[in-house]
């Protein structure tokens, strides 16, 4: 895509041309996960990467701590850099991809301040429908899993404490933003934390592939009406802990001989099922 001249960047030194600016510390080794799930976190961040991810963090309410975009691309946030109060740096994609440790082709990154999570009891009280993942450690899941509950009606989404960090930047980007339009929170103590979720009206249903397993199409209209879709990681699936604090076993018919779908594909046909009367 071909972009316009853009106009030059605001006055002052938010041009960038070295890869040791300080100024850039948040944007570093990005694709370093081991490394950035120690830095993030603890320094109380997000990186949100492409244009419309940023806009919708801000939509959300984030507050940005700062923006960085390819000089070419300046245009894409020139808007942005005249309304708030954060600063907005410039650089070459030679810059970007020393810092970040990768390719920066979208053009544009943000650093954003994290917010407090919510209690459990505070998300489950807003909500008619939720999703719960048990385990569930690739961030690519974890952001389709959100992009999912959010396009087809899931109220929010609860989290096991080994869980992957949702505000991680893949996890952000494959969900498009999404996980900033999702209430969500972190349910302990595991797995006698889903005791709060069915004491707050919800049936807890746990997915998984054994046969013995209620069909979803055959779930009871009470067991649909405050439904809590329980999910465990690839591969090993809920834990016989989790399954044993669930309420019923639900099992998606498979057809050709497989056993089951990927955790996210499983999440969108059980939401999807469980929402198509709406």
């Known amino acids: 895509m071909a972009y316009a001249q853009p106009p030059a960047p605001a006055p002052g030194d938010s041009a ?44 959300a309410g984030y507050r940005p701590r700062s923006i ?4 070419k ?20 994609q030679d810059v970007l991809e020393a810092v970040t ?3 920066v082709h979208r053009g544009v990154l943000a650093s954003f301040h994290r917010r407090p999570l919510p209690p459990a009891e505070q ?21 389709a899993v959100f992009r999912g509950a959010a396009g087809l009606g899931l109220d929010a989404v609860l989290l096991s404490p080994s869980c992957a960090d949702p505000l991680y930047r893949r996890s952000v980007r494959v969900s498009m933003g999404e996980v900033f339009a999702v209430p969500y929170a972190r349910l ?13 009206g919800f049936t807890v249903l746990a997915l998984t ?9 055959d779930l009871t209209e009470g067991q649909r009406r405050r439904p809590a879709l329980l999910f465990g990681a690839e591969g090993p699936g809920l834990s016989g802990a989790a399954l044993s604090a669930s309420d019923v ?30």
Not at 31 to 43: G, I, Q
Not at 249 to 277: F, K, Q, Y
Request: negative net charge; contains cysteine.
């Open 16 to 59: 960038v041309g070295d890869a040791a600016d300080a100024r850039l510390d948040d944007y570093r080794e990005l694709t370093d996960v081991a490394l950035r799930t120690r830095y993030e976190p603890p320094h109380g961040l997000f990186i949100a990467e492409g244009e419309v991810v940023l806009r919708r963090a801000l939509r």
């Open 249 to 278: 076993r639900v099992r998606i018919p498979m057809r050709g001989g497989v056993d089951s779908l990927n955790v996210a594909a499983s999440a969108a046909v059980a939401c999807w099922e469980l929402c198509r009367t709406d």
């Open 123 to 143: 998300v489950l009280a807003g909500a008619r429908r939720v999703l719960i993942l048990e385990d569930v450690n690739n961030h690519t899941n974890v952001g």
């Open 73 to 92: 691309r300046y245009g894409q946030v020139a808007d942005l850099a005249a309304t708030l109060d954060s600063p907005v740096y410039t650089a070459g």
């Open 68 to 71: 960085l975009v390819d000089t």
């Open 188 to 200: 302990t103590p595991w797995p006698t934390g889903l005791a709060a979720v069915r004491a707050a």
């Open 209 to 217: 592939p054994a046969p013995d397993a209620v069909r979803l199409q």
């Open 101 to 103: 440790g990768f390719h």
